[in-house]
């Protein structure tokens, strides 16, 4: 008597093989190993870790993932053929628990490719399996595209394979044509009407060519299926596999409605994730469910409000459940003052109501520009906020900055001196340049720049510069430092903010003496 009636689903991950058939997709030797560790720490069931036959290299990441896993089946592929059983066999049969994985394409259109009529298909798949039974005493017949295979000759060719001693049944969706109700129709008729069916395991391995892998691979569990065949990140040949991440996380949220368990530590999935997706160099995509960079990222104000107030309003799973440490409130234009608020207190930053509101225009001035406003934007924002804040004797009100490859490059300036307004057009070696010798003429002034430095406070071509200036006058210094989207404003802005201080600094010195 298998499993099959029970609640507990095993878990087949063939990110080592089907998901290595992703075009582009190869993995090193190493990689393999290492991959293969992390799902056995992971409590993958059964580990597909190659195609034995099909390389030297595929063989030895084979047999050496066989020699270091320690929980999980290991198992190779092979064609329904014996020098691919036999590969496979060498390859998997130093692992604690080794699995020979053997196949055939039995609709119509795969008997037509390998040239073979029902009966010496049948056959086959009799010699096959015998053989492959033989060797081992864990084995895994596949009719290949049985979602295109006749239903009596499925039923044949299923019976066939559990009488020549077959330990396990996939039944694969190879190109991804099925829909739920007939993934569970398939299993269903299959598990009813096949003698010894309730002595073996089925198995559904679903590709996601129509976006519905995940869908038929929870229809066939419920229909009796005790084994879902998948990847991480949904990799594998074309529209790729069902993602691990997906039906083990469906099974566990909606545990409800489909009470089977898993042996996964659900808390490894994203760091897994994230190493397939770099040495594959597939990467995820950003609403891409449960390990998608936006997957537990809310950017909208009424999302953030409700999550700041009730997780639970916007998120069905918590994300330390699949190994994230914490949701993402995702600071831009649509964000409301409270998200603001509880990420700048976050930051280390507490507001008071009126300071909070001032900042909150500044911060919306800012989103407009930006697509994204990370943690850095805000420390920058903030200490702008603290540099800018009091009775700045000078005031940029705008300027304009013209560069490219002919110069001189220019700078029209309108800045305020104790509220009276001056302008200025000059211009310089550089827009940074003409900009400085615009405030050199607006606010004449002897201090020399001892330092001018910009920094990108983000990632991106949007991101912030922040800008550094320090101007030294009778050996005493002092600093500026501002940020803005636009370097030459930073520039401009950091400028007169070190200007402000020197003109404070003299008060300080020698209360009498005003600025020029
Ligand atoms: C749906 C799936 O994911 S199936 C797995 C697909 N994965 C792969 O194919 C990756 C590994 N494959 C390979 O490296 C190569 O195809 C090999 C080494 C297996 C075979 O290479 P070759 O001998 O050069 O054969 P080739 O790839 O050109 O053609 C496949 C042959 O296998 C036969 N074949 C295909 N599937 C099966 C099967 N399940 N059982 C028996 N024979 C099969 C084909 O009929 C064809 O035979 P032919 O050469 O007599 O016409
Ligand atoms: C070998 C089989 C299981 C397969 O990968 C498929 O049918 O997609």
Known sequence: MTDQKQDHVLIFDTTLRDGEQSPGASMTHDEKVEIATLLDEMGVDIIEAGFPIASPGDFEAVSDIAKVVKEAQVCGLSRAATGDI???????????????????????????????????????????????????DNVQWSSMDATRTEPEFLKRTIDIAIKAGATTINIPDTVGY???????????????????????????????????????????VEAGARQIECTINGLGERAGNTALEEVVMAMKVRNDIMPYATRIDTQKIMHISRMVASVSGFPVQYNKAIVGKNAFAHESGIHQDGMLKDASTFEIMRPEDVGLTETSLVMGKHSGRAALRSKLENL??????????????????????????????????????????????????????????????????????????????????????????????????????????????????????????????????VAGQSSDTDTVVASAKAYINALNKLFVRREKSAPEELAS
Request: aromatic share 4%; proline share 3%; glycine share 6%.
């Open 86 to 136: 036999d590969r496979a066999w060498e390859a998997v049969r130093h692992a604690k628990r080794p699995r020979i994985h053997t196949f055939i394409g039995t609709s119509p259109s795969h008997r037509g490719i390998t040239g073979l009529d029902m009966d010496g298909m049948a056959e086959r798949i009799h010699d096959m399996v015998t053989h492959a039974r033989n060797l081992c």
């Open 178 to 220: 099925t829909a739920p109700r007939e993934s569970a129709e398939i299993i269903r008729m299959l598990i009813e009407e096949v003698p010894g069916a309730d002595e073996v395991i089925f198995a559904t391995h679903c590709h996601n060519d129509l976006g519905m892998a995940t869908a038929n691979s929870l229809a066939a």
């Open 348 to 477: 280390g930053y507490t507001l008071a109501d009126n300071q909070l509101k001032d900042v909150f225009v500044r911060f919306k001035e800012l989103a407009d520009r930006k697509k994204e406003v990370y943690d850095e934007d805000l420390i920058a924002l903030m200490s702008d906020q603290t540099t800018s804040a009091g009775h700045d004797k000078v005031r940029l009100m705008e300027m304009e900055v013209r560069c490219g490859t002919t110069g001189p490059q220019t700078c029209t300036m309108v800045l305020t001196v104790d509220g009276e307004a001056r302008r200025a057009e000059t211009t310089g070696d550089g827009p940074v340049d003409a900009t400085f010798n615009a405030l050199k003429e607006l606010v004449p002034h002897e201090a020399r720049l001892a330092l001018y430095q910009v920094q990108a406070v983000t990632e991106g071509t949007d991101a912030q510069a922040t800008v550094s200036v320090r101007l030294e006058e009778d050996g005493k210094i």
